[in-house]
């Protein structure tokens, strides 16, 4: 198959979602609302910490909110296009209705990432924009076009590594069968994203920012915008984008060669 | 004592099947080190270049996190709400309907059954990181303390395990609750102080905080365990937290009986 029908694929999934979310449309705003709570409820905190701090790390409270906000706008695209694909892939796994994927004409991995379009969390991805835009206009910063697509291409970068890094968990009900609550550890991992890279030392410094790609996905392209474009940083994120994605495929391609279904 | 006998059996029967979780739960007790990770390197670098936020200093903040992990595992409400959902949707429920038991007694009991089992599990992963948590564990010593804060925790178990149980029975009326029970969880995390210890938002809101139920589900019995509640309040936050106790069962009782109305027992 070409690209062109990829994107054909793609488009009517997305048409299929959408005229689906137009079926349940209050349980569409409860989860839009929902997500929503969860992003107030991680603002309160900084602005909680901010009533008796100046500052963290070298952080202040709207540098704090850009750097929030980026970690937040990095974790919606992943709840909007991916999470309850790769959710269901576990499932599947264990039920056996994998089957249904692998017989489709297409690539596997592209037919079960992008089955299904997750609304509140797309919707929720324009919060999250709102969150960072608010956070330059009171720092006073004016970044240009050309600033701004870095920045964009950075994210990209982020949500590339945490789409590999949550493939790779979820690859794992391959050799684990039953495995629940191992989808969590990818939540735990998150909150370190929304943590300054100065505030990590010694052995925190090395697990969270050197081994696992939780804080590089909200640091570098916060600091892009804010210090300017950083090619060593870029670089270094560039890197581990294709370290994890490329991992998450190969996990998920060996863990493929073992899937022999479920009895029916 | 034949009533009785019938709850614990139900709680020895809870014991067993949440043994069979142990691993779930051991991970899940494993995860929340990674969150205290979280809360230790955020808090530690808010404290840089001052002693005090708060009137209170960095390892007092600390152990405050760390007791309330511990209550969270003891007394909190895991699934309880999506459990008893699904014996309504599924119609297990009716079973109770035709048997001489109290319903929201032998969810109870194994609550409390779960709670152990979860518990004790959680002071594992706590215990292996002791060495590096006890320099910055620091308790109060006045006796009274342990004397009011445990009927705290206990009312605080019953306020936890019924505000789940009440989400619980809107099955009764509603096909998806899940959402409300995350929807709820985010509110439960901050008037619950969670997220951080309420008395560090403003006066007025932490005043308010106060009259709601979900300070008595873990900040109360937390904030008197570690100091951060002198006796008057934890005095006059007991007759309050009874007051919630009663009002909640009641709620319960309520949606109880109104819901039973509406239930048609299908299959089962």
Request: hydrophobic share 55%.
């Amino acid at each position: 198959m070409n690209l062109l029908s990829y994107v054909k694929i793609w488009l009517a999934c997305a048409r299929y979602s959408i005229v689906r979310t137009m079926m349940f449309r209050f349980d569409f705003l409860m989860w839009a609302l929902v997500e929503f709570c969860w992003m107030a409820v991680n603002l309160l905190l900084v602005a909680v910490i901010y009533r008796h701090t100046d500052d963290i790390a070298g952080w202040t409270k709207y540098q704090m909110l850009l750097l929030v906000g980026t970690s937040m706008l990095v974790q919606r695209f992943i709840m909007g296009f991916f999470w309850s694909n790769l959710f269901e892939m576990a499932r599947n796994i264990r039920s056996g209705h994998f089957d249904f994927f692998l017989a489709q004409p297409g690539n596997p991995l592209f037919m079960i990432s992008t089955r299904k379009l997750d609304l509140d969390g797309v919707a929720n991805i324009f919060v999250a924009m709102a969150v960072v835009a608010y956070a330059i206009r009171e720092l006073g910063l004016a970044p240009s076009f050309v600033d701004l697509a870095l920045y964009a291409l950075l994210v990209l970068c982020g949500v590339l590594i945490n789409y590999g890094a949550l493939l790779m968990i979820v690859s794992l009900t391959f050799w684990l069968g039953a495995s629940q609550g191992i989808e969590g550890s990818y939540f735990t991992l998150m909150e370190f994203s929304r943590l300054p890279r100065e505030t990590f030392r010694g052995t925190a410094n090395v697990i969270f920012v050197w081994i696992l790609p939780a804080v590089i996905v909200s640091n570098v392209p916060a600091r892009a915008l804010l210090h300017g474009f950083e090619p060593a940083n870029a670089l270094w994120l560039l890197a581990v984008t294709i370290l994890w994605l490329g991992l998450g495929i190969a996990v998920f391609n060996r863990g493929l060669r073992r899937y022999a279904s479920a009895s029916s | 004592m034949s009533a009785l006998a019938k709850y614990r059996h139900a709680f020895l029967l809870g014991l067993q099947s949440n043994i069979v979780y142990r691993w779930n739960f051991a991970i899940r007790a494993l995860f929340s080190l990674f969150h205290l990770a979280f809360v230790f390197i955020l808090w530690g670098a808010a404290y840089k270049g001052q002693t005090q936020i708060g009137g209170f200093d960095l390892d007092q903040t600390l152990t405050y996190f760390v007791v309330l992990l511990v209550m969270q595992f003891f007394i909190g409400a895991f699934n309880e709400d999506y459990q008893i959902s699904e014996e309504i949707r599924n119609g297990l429920i009716n079973q109770f309907l035709l048997k001489p038991i109290n319903y929201y007694g032998y969810r109870f009991s194994i609550f409390v059954a779960a709670r152990s089992v979860s518990g004790l599990l959680a002071l594992l992963p706590i215990v292996v990181a002791l060495p590096l948590l006890k320099d910055h564990l620091v308790f109060p010593h006045e006796g009274w303390r342990v004397a009011l804060g445990l009927p705290a925790m206990a009312m605080a178990a019953f306020i936890q395990f019924t505000i789940a149980y009440c989400f619980g029975l809107l099955a009764f009326w509603f096909l998806e609750i899940q959402s409300f029970i995350i929807l709820s969880l985010a509110v439960e995390t901050v008037l619950g102080g969670q997220m951080f210890p309420l008395d560090l938002m403003p006066p007025w809101f932490f005043h308010l905080s106060q009259w709601l139920p979900y300070y008595y589900q873990m900040y109360f019995p937390t904030a008197i365990f570690t100091g951060r509640l002198d006796m008057f309040s934890a005095f006059s936050g007991l007759a309050l937290q009874a007051f919630w106790v009663v009002t909640l069962l009641g709620l319960a009782h309520v949606l109880w009986t109104r819901g039973l109305r509406r239930h048609t027992a299908v299959g089962g």
